[in-house]
C-alpha cells in the first residue's frame, strides 16, 4: 500500500511538473508571435469572409416558386399543410 502511493505521489509531481513546463513553452511560443500578426489575421478572415458573404448571397425569395409563376404552370394540390397552418 505504501509504494502505490508512493508512485501515486511521484506520478502527481512529475505530471505537475511537466504540465508547467508545456504551459510554459507555450507562453514563449505565443509571446513570440506578437500581437500584430493576430489582429492582422483576423483583419484578413474578417475581409475574407465578407467578400465571401457579397458573393454568395441569397436569392430574395424562392427560386422554384418564381420558376413555377414564370411558366405559368400551377400545382394541382392544396399547397398548405395538412394540420391547417
Known amino acids: 500500500m505504501i509504494r502505490r502511493g508512493f508512485w501515486l505521489t511521484v506520478g502527481a509531481v512529475a505530471g505537475i511538473a511537466g504540465y508547467r513546463r508545456a504551459c510554459a513553452a507555450g507562453r514563449r511560443v505565443s509571446a513570440g508571435l506578437g500581437l500584430h500578426e493576430a489582429v492582422r489575421f483576423a483583419r484578413d478572415v ?37 394540420d391547417g397552418r
Not at 61 to 73: D, F, K, P, V, Y
Open 46 to 82: 474578417r475581409d475574407g469572409m465578407e467578400l465571401y458573404r457579397l458573393a454568395h448571397s441569397a436569392p430574395a425569395r424562392s427560386t422554384l416558386a418564381t420558376e413555377r409563376t414564370e411558366r405559368g404552370s400551377r400545382t394541382d394540390h392544396d399547397t398548405r399543410p395538412e
